[in-house]
């Protein structure tokens, strides 16, 4: 499964921006759906996820309360809303599905991976 991330773009601190994951030529089926980051010289990190039916979202301390992870399944999108963003949260973002229904913070629990869509917030 390929799937397509887009939104990334350049921002001022404080500022917004939302990323959308797009399963390429398919639709999302019942997948749990991570956003993952990584910024320059940095190991990737989690940022969020959400299960299949978008009950259950889990967020890194980091990003909490201030970015939102959302689903549309009749649409087969899945969103990153990112507000109040800071200079720290510039890096790629990833989108990442799993083959079963439930969200997990652990990369290795992921098994399709997107191309990624940069962020960059300026001070």
């Known amino acids: 499964v390929q799937l397509q991330a887009s939104g990334g773009g350049k921002v001022q601190a404080g500022g917004s921006l939302r990323l959308s994951c797009v399963p390429s030529?398919?639709?999302?089926?019942?997948?749990?759906v991570g956003w993952f980051r990584q910024a320059p010289g940095k190991e990737r990190e989690f940022v969020a996820a959400?299960?299949?039916?978008?009950?259950?979202?889990y967020y890194a301390d980091s990003v909490k309360g201030r970015f939102v992870m959302s689903r549309d399944n009749a649409k087969s999108t899945v969103y990153l809303q990112m507000n109040s963003l800071k200079p720290e949260d510039t890096a790629v973002y990833y989108c990442?599905?799993?083959?079963?229904?439930?969200?997990?913070?652990?990369?290795?629990?992921?098994?399709?991976w997107g191309q990624g869509t940069l962020v960059t917030v300026s001070s």
């Open positions: 030529g398919r639709t999302f089926g019942r997948n749990g």
């Open positions: 959400i299960s299949w039916s978008g009950g259950t979202t």
């Open positions: 990442a599905s799993r083959i079963v229904p439930g969200a997990k913070v652990d990369a290795n629990e992921y098994d399709y």
